[in-house]
């Protein structure tokens, strides 16, 4: 199959006390290009480190971690941000949008990170909304959108930057269930396109729909199927 597109090698992160606190243990995890994983656990299993890690927002204590082949432990701040810039997109519980931005400079602001010119981005902003449906709310606040509009253009937002792996960090967890169900549709759209998609959940409805269900639960990651 090639190279993998996510690779973690025996990594543990912990958390200094006292005592110390390992939130991931030992963790190993290979994702290729195109598949569809998800990683359930309850509160307090390690989903969120596990997020942290995988998204490079934050280094393992120990192992490796292997993105399209790269040792990004070898990376300094500045190419791990490049690289989350252009490979990875995030989706978040809580949208994450900001307020006094509209629709579409919301969807636009990402690619400032990765380097893409202005006349670009718009029209990439422009074409992801339009994937996800929301193509007539442009130029609307957030605020006046429904919970599962924003998370349309959070989807939006985190795909305009062509990533190779789609985060997914309880997705639907503020999120009703038809507009739960409307939401994972699109994800699974976005993974029949090519997009690597890991869905980091509670729910363990949402965790079924995956191609490959693993469980995470004080720190350590199993594989369910």
């Known amino acids: 199959m090639g190279t993998p597109l996510v690779e973690l090698r ?5 958390f200094p006390g006292p005592p ?3 939130a991931l243990k030992s963790v190993n995890l290979t994702v290729h290009a195109g598949d569809y994983v998800s990683i359930v656990g309850p509160s307090g299993s390690g989903k969120s480190t596990m997020m942290n890690i995988l998204g490079l ?3 393992p204590s120990v192992g490796e971690y292997h993105l399209d082949g790269a040792r990004t432990g070898d990376l300094d701040e500045v190419g791990r941000s490049a690289l989350r810039a ?8 809580a949208f994450h949008l900001l307020p006094r931005r509209d629709v579409l400079e919301n ?4 690619m400032l990170y990765s380097g893409t010119p202005r006349d670009e981005r718009e029209a990439r902003a422009r074409a992801a909304l339009d994937r996800v449906g929301m193509s007539h709310r442009l130029g609307f606040s957030p605020a006046t959108l429904s919970g599962g509009e924003r998370q349309r253009v959070a989807v939006a937002r985190a795909v305009a930057t062509r990533p190779a792996l789609l985060l997914a960090d309880e997705p639907t967890g503020n999120l009703d269930e038809a507009t739960t169900a409307d939401v994972m549709a699109l994800l699974e759209e ?9 869905v980091i959940t509670h729910d363990a409805e949402v965790a079924d729909r995956a191609d490959r ?3 995470i639960a004080g720190g350590r990651l199993s594989e369910v199927r």
């Open 10 to 14: 025996d990594v543990t992160r912990s």
């Open 20 to 22: 110390e606190v390992q």
């Open 57 to 59: 927002v934050d280094r």
């Open 86 to 93: 252009t490979r990875i997109g995030f989706v978040f519980q």
């Open 107 to 110: 969807v636009m602001l990402p």
């Open 190 to 198: 976005l993974h029949d396109d090519g997009i690597a998609v890991v």
């Open 213 to 215: 269900a693993l469980r």
